[in-house]
């Protein structure tokens, strides 16, 4: 696989019992760029991000991540801490953090358990745990600014407002040092100014640290604002891959989120 890419699947596959969510799926992520996975609910969109973060193992098919180094490894049969390890960061669909803890503390746990600290190290404070502290205030506090929180570093975060909750996730996701973020619909909840800050950090966070993006968006309006390209979901199933200008006019996508364009008239 060439260097280029981050991510290569071909021919994916990924059952529950009966539930097929991932049905052959193709797809290959290129180093740098912003790309979007789009489709309806239930499409199978978050079952990818799992397939590429080594949470779900699919049956079939070929997962192959570049470490960046020029050595690349199969995701399928590696467990999620190594390929977080690889450099593959992600923040989830529902908010997962600490809701007690403050903005900072949050961030600073993403920095110190990506250094071998461990999340239950970093908490208790141990002696063993004292030499990294001070690297990882400095770098939680570089990602306050980067992503705008730094006079809410003290406000427990459950007390956050949604666009600053989705912001401090973002920074989490960036404190292990990735190669690669996975967004899974970043702006969930948030209103249109919010949504509007939170695009303008997704692109800088490209932009300015050169973290490729992977995103899943509902939002329309934001996805296609962001994404350089755009592969679609439906039923498990890649219906179409292009530029948003691509996307805005296929058939296939235009018949999925809106329900059957073609009439039974004539037939
Ligand atoms: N752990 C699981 N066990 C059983 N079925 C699952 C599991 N994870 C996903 N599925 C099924 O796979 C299909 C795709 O779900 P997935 O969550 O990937 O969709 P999605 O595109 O992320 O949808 P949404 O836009 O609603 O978040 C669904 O039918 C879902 O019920
Ligand atoms: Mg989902």
Do not use: C, W
């Not at 696989?1 to 990924?14: A, E, P, R, Y």
């Not at 949504?195 to 309006?221: A, C, F, N, P, Q």
């Amino acid at each position: 696989m060439s260097d280029d890419l981050i991510f290569s699947v071909k021919n994916v596959t990924l059952r529950f019992g009966g539930v097929v969510s991932l049905n052959d799926v193709s797809l290959e992520m290129r180093r740098g760029e912003i790309l979007a996975v789009i489709g309806p609910n239930g499409a199978g969109k978050t079952s990818l991000f799992n397939s590429l973060t080594g949470v779900y193992q699919p049956q079939e098919g070929q997962i192959l991540l570049s470490d960046g180094h020029g050595k690349t490894v199969s995701v399928i049969g590696r467990k999620a801490h190594r390929v977080s390890a690889m450099g593959v960061a992600r923040t989830f669909q529902a908010s997962r953090m600490f809701s007690a803890l403050t903005t900072f503390e949050n961030i600073k746990i993403g920095a110190e358990s990506h250094k071998g600290i461990g999340i239950l190290g970093a908490m208790l404070r141990g002696p063993r745990t004292r030499r990294g502290e001070h690297d990882s205030d400095a770098r939680t506090i570089e990602l306050l600014d980067f992503v705008g929180l730094r006079d809410k570093a003290n406000v427990i975060s459950s007390s956050l407002s949604y666009g600053d909750r989705r912001r401090l996730e973002i920074a989490r996701g960036l404190a292990t040092g990735p190669q690669v973020l996975l967004l899974d619909e970043p702006a969930a909840g948030t209103n249109p100014t919010e949504k509007l800050e939170l695009t303008e950090l997704i692109r800088k966070v490209r932009d300015v640290m050169g973290v490729s993006i992977l995103l899943i968006e509902h939002d329309m309006k934001l996805v296609m604002s962001l994404a350089e390209r755009l592969y679609v979901l439906n039923f498990g199933s890649v219906i179409a891959q292009g530029t948003p200008e691509e996307i805005r006019s296929n058939d296939a996508v235009i018949e999925a989120y809106l329900g059957s364009t073609t009439t039974t008239e004539g037939k």
